[in-house]
């Protein structure tokens, strides 16, 4: 990457903290002010930052609309989101759909619970990678050695005394969502709430995505929520099917890890 690209690029997260002076852009960049002005105004020439009266930068409306398009071109969002919302009409919990990118694992769609008690989760927000039910499906689908490599840098924060603790428990864990293919968050991340997430699969058998039911247990019990899990499995088929147009796309997983 050029060395004007990257400098530009990192105004956009210093942005996202909160309006910014020249001066203080200048000095985040290590550049003279001259400079960080040349790339603020290319960037405010394209809409990415917008200079407020009060000569402060900040973000700019362009850059929200295209991350927004992005969001709402994800093929299997579009597809996905009508089933999301079916299911969740019908039982009343929230549903999640996450895809994995970039050693992420981020939400990209979310329907709200019916209920008064709702999850602290956003579209485009990252989830706890080795605790949470759609990371450890998405996770478990990747080959052996990528799966091995991932665990191994991972850090294990013990949100709860459920959560998983280290490399070789995720490592395990992986093995069983990826036999039985469906994962948990039985109070990993906050004891208060439980889910249960299916596979959405393409049409090469591959997980593309990962949708979740949770509820905290004030609502229902973890078993009840359990129970829902053959619900939650047809959905992510339905989508899976639609998503590849094919009529059966579950894996061959030996095929799998010897790849």
Same mark, same amino acid.
């Given at each position: 990457?050029?060395? *004007?690209?990257?400098? $530009?690029?990192?105004?956009?997260?210093?942005?996202?903290?909160?309006?910014?002076?020249?001066?203080?852009?200048?000095?985040?960049?290590?550049?003279?002010?001259?400079?960080?002005? @040349?790339?603020?105004?290319? !960037?405010?020439?394209?809409?990415?930052?917008?200079?407020?009266?009060?000569?402060?930068?900040?973000?700019?409306?362009?850059?929200?609309?295209?991350?927004? =398009?992005?969001?709402?071109?994800?093929?299997?969002?579009?597809?996905?989101?009508?089933?999301?919302?079916?299911?969740?009409?019908?039982?009343?919990? *929230?549903?999640?759909?996450?895809?994995?990118?970039?050693?992420?694992?981020?939400?990209?769609?979310?329907?709200?619970?019916?209920? #008064?008690?709702?999850?602290?989760?956003?579209?485009?927000? #990252?989830?706890?990678?080795?605790?949470?039910?759609?990371?450890?499906?998405?996770?478990?689908?990747?080959?052996?050695?990528?799966?091995?490599?991932?665990?191994?840098?991972?850090?294990?924060?013990?949100?709860?005394?459920?959560?998983?603790?280290?490399?070789?428990?995720?490592?395990?864990?992986? $093995?069983?969502?990826?036999?039985?293919?469906?994962?948990?968050?039985?109070?990993?991340?906050?004891?208060?709430?439980?889910?249960?997430?299916?596979?959405?699969?393409?049409?090469?058998?591959?997980?593309?995505?990962?949708?979740?039911?949770?509820?905290?247990?004030?609502?229902? *019990? $973890?078993? =009840?929520?359990?129970? !829902?899990? #053959?619900?939650?499995?047809?959905?992510?088929?339905?989508?899976?099917?639609?998503?590849?147009?094919?009529?059966?796309?579950?894996?061959?997983?030996?095929?799998?890890? @010897? *790849?």
């Amino acid at each position: 990457m050029s060395q *004007t690209v990257d400098r $530009a690029l990192s105004i956009l997260p210093l942005l996202a903290q909160g309006p910014a002076d020249l001066g203080q852009v200048a000095e985040r960049l290590g550049v003279h002010k001259s400079t960080a002005l @040349r790339l603020l105004r290319t !960037l405010h020439e394209h809409g990415l930052v917008h200079r407020q009266q009060d000569q402060r930068y900040r973000l700019g409306a362009r850059l929200f609309a295209l991350a927004q =398009e992005a969001v709402e071109n994800l093929d299997v969002r579009e597809i996905a989101h009508p089933h999301l919302a079916a299911l969740n009409e019908r039982i009343g919990h *929230t549903v999640h759909l996450a895809v994995h990118e970039e050693g992420e694992v981020l939400y990209i769609d979310k329907v709200e619970s019916r209920y #008064p008690v709702r999850m602290y989760s956003r579209i485009g927000k #990252p989830v706890a990678i080795t605790v949470a039910a759609v990371a450890k499906l998405l996770l478990a689908d990747l080959p052996e050695p990528e799966r091995r490599a991932l665990a191994a840098k991972l850090d294990y924060p013990m949100y709860t005394p459920r959560s998983t603790p280290n490399a070789a428990a995720f490592l395990k864990e992986l $093995a069983t969502v990826r036999e039985q293919g469906w994962a948990t968050d039985l109070g990993g991340h906050e004891e208060s709430i439980n889910c249960v997430a299916a596979p959405v699969r393409g049409a090469d058998g591959r997980v593309v995505a990962a949708m979740s039911v949770s509820a905290p247990n004030v609502v229902v *019990t $973890a078993e =009840e929520l359990l129970a !829902l899990l #053959p619900l939650v499995r047809r959905t992510a088929d339905d989508i899976s099917r639609e998503y590849s147009g094919s009529a059966s796309n579950r894996p061959n997983t030996e095929d799998q890890d @010897r *790849t």
